[in-house]
């Protein structure tokens, strides 16, 4: 499965009432994904980042989670759902990369060791560059500081949240927990990006 292409530009767009035809916008899910992209439109002005990049994150964003919907549902896994509908909608590589990497889907998928799965994320992980890995770590920021029904929150909140909403032995937990010193770094990265306010 080759879910990247080279085009460098997209006629492809997603927003909010688009997003409402495959998620239920009274979901905590659609909710969820609205305060991911708020989040991400408010760091925007203050990134170190090409202007021409900044289209790509908001779109990344509005997708991030759109594998939830039961229209799309092929793998039963989200992030790797929703990339193969990026994809067949003409995405662009850096958004597809986004959706499929974002908020360690990768070491989930290893994790559960579901090969065929596991074997579309090795044939991409290679193929991952600069503005790629970028975009996953936008999105994994604004995915791990905002809410489930989409307020900004911390990540230490956002881990607990998680552990309180499964239960500290459910594999979603576990996932966050193990993971979390990766979502770390992953902050660290952005916060460098972020230009300090002029007082």
């Known amino acids: 499965m080759k879910l990247f292409h080279s085009a460098t530009v997209t006629k492809a767009s997603m927003d909010a009432s688009k997003l409402a035809q495959y998620l239920s916008p009274k979901s905590n899910r659609y909710q969820h994904i609205l305060g991911v992209v708020r989040l ?30 039961p229209k799309l549902n092929q793998y039963g896994f989200h992030p790797l759902d929703g990339a193969i509908f990026a994809s067949k909608k003409g995405f662009v590589k850096p958004v597809v990369s986004a959706i ?3 908020s360690c889907a ?12 596991l074997s579309i994320y090795q044939a991409h992980l290679p193929l991952l560059d600069e503005h790629d890995r970028l975009l996953i770590d936008l999105v ?4 791990i500081h ?11 909140e956002r881990v607990k949240e998680v552990i309180d909403r499964y239960g500290a032995h459910h594999p979603v937990s576990k996932m966050m927990v193990q993971n979390q010193k990766h979502y770390e770094v992953v902050v660290t990265r952005v916060n460098q990006l972020i230009r300090p306010k002029i007082t």
């Open 40 to 69: 991400m439109e408010d760091l925007l002005p203050s990134l170190q980042i090409p202007d021409n990049w900044k289209p790509h994150v908001i779109q990344a964003c509005y997708l991030h989670d759109i594998g939830y919907s």
């Open 100 to 102: 499929l990497f974002h």
């Open 106 to 117: 990768y070491e989930i998928a290893q994790m559960e060791k579901n090969q065929k799965r």
């Open 140 to 143: 994994t920021y604004c995915d």
């Open 146 to 156: 905002t809410s489930p029904t989409g307020e900004k929150i911390s990540f230490q």
